[in-house]
C-alpha cells in the first residue's frame, strides 16, 4: 500500500476547505436570495391590502398593533383562512370568461405581436408549435385575425 506524502494530505485537506467554503458561500447567497424573495412578497402584500400609501411611521405602527396576534394560533388561522379567501376570489375573478384556447399562425410572427399574445394571456409551446393558454375567446379572435391565425378551443377530456 503506498504511503502519501505530507504535502499530498495538506493539499487534498486545502481542497476540501475550499469547497466547504465554495458551499458555504452558496448557501449564504441562497439564504440572500430567500430573505429578499420574502421581503418583495411583503411588500407586494402591503400594496394589496392597500396599505401602501401610509406614510412609514403608520405603516409600521400597524404592523406592530398585529405582533401580539401572531403569537395566537388560532387568531393567525382565522387570518390565513380570510386571506386564501380573497385570493381565491381574485383567482376566480381573474379567470371569469377565460378558457383553454390554442393558436396557430402560418408564419413567423413579429416580436411585438408575440408580446400582445403573452398579453392575452398565451405561452408558446414549441413542441406542438402553436400558442396556448387561458384566456378570453372574443379578444383571442381579433388578435389572431391580424395575422391569419386559426384559434381552436380546446374541450376537457371526461374522465
Given at each position: 500500500m503506498?504511503?502519501?506524502?505530507?504535502?499530498?494530505?495538506?493539499?487534498?485537506?486545502?481542497?476540501?476547505?475550499?469547497?466547504?467554503?465554495e458551499?458555504?458561500?452558496?448557501?449564504?447567497?441562497?439564504?440572500?436570495?430567500a430573505?429578499?424573495r420574502?421581503?418583495?412578497?411583503?411588500?407586494?402584500?402591503?400594496?394589496?391590502?392597500?396599505?401602501?400609501?401610509?406614510d412609514?411611521?403608520?405603516?409600521?405602527?400597524?404592523?406592530?398593533?398585529l405582533?401580539?396576534g401572531?403569537a395566537d394560533?388560532?387568531?393567525v388561522?382565522?387570518?390565513?383562512?380570510?386571506g386564501?379567501?380573497?385570493?381565491d376570489?381574485e383567482?376566480k375573478?381573474?379567470?371569469?370568461?377565460?378558457?383553454?384556447?390554442?393558436?396557430?399562425?402560418?408564419?413567423?410572427?413579429?416580436?411585438?405581436f408575440?408580446?400582445?399574445?403573452?398579453?392575452?394571456?398565451?405561452?408558446?409551446?414549441?413542441?406542438f408549435?402553436?400558442?396556448?393558454g387561458l384566456?378570453?375567446?372574443?379578444?383571442v379572435?381579433?388578435?389572431?385575425?391580424?395575422?391569419?391565425?386559426?384559434?381552436?378551443?380546446?374541450?376537457?377530456?371526461n374522465?
Open positions: 503506498a504511503r502519501t506524502s505530507l504535502a499530498e494530505r495538506m493539499s487534498k485537506i486545502e481542497q476540501q476547505k475550499a469547497r466547504i467554503a458551499q458555504e458561500a452558496k448557501l449564504k447567497s441562497d439564504e440572500r436570495k430573505r429578499t420574502r421581503l418583495i412578497e411583503a411588500g407586494g402584500l402591503v400594496e394589496k391590502a392597500g396599505l401602501l400609501e401610509l412609514a411611521n403608520a405603516l409600521f405602527g400597524a404592523l406592530l398593533s405582533v401580539p401572531a394560533a388560532t387568531r388561522a382565522a387570518w390565513a383562512k380570510a386564501g379567501q380573497v385570493f376570489r383567482a375573478a381573474g379567470s371569469a370568461g377565460r378558457e383553454p384556447l390554442t393558436v396557430t399562425f402560418a408564419e413567423a410572427l413579429p416580436t411585438t408575440s408580446t400582445r399574445l403573452r398579453g392575452a394571456g398565451l405561452r408558446w409551446n414549441k413542441v408549435n402553436h400558442w396556448e384566456a378570453e375567446y372574443d379578444p379572435i381579433a388578435l389572431a385575425g391580424e395575422h391569419k391565425g386559426v384559434v381552436q378551443r380546446i374541450q376537457p377530456k374522465v
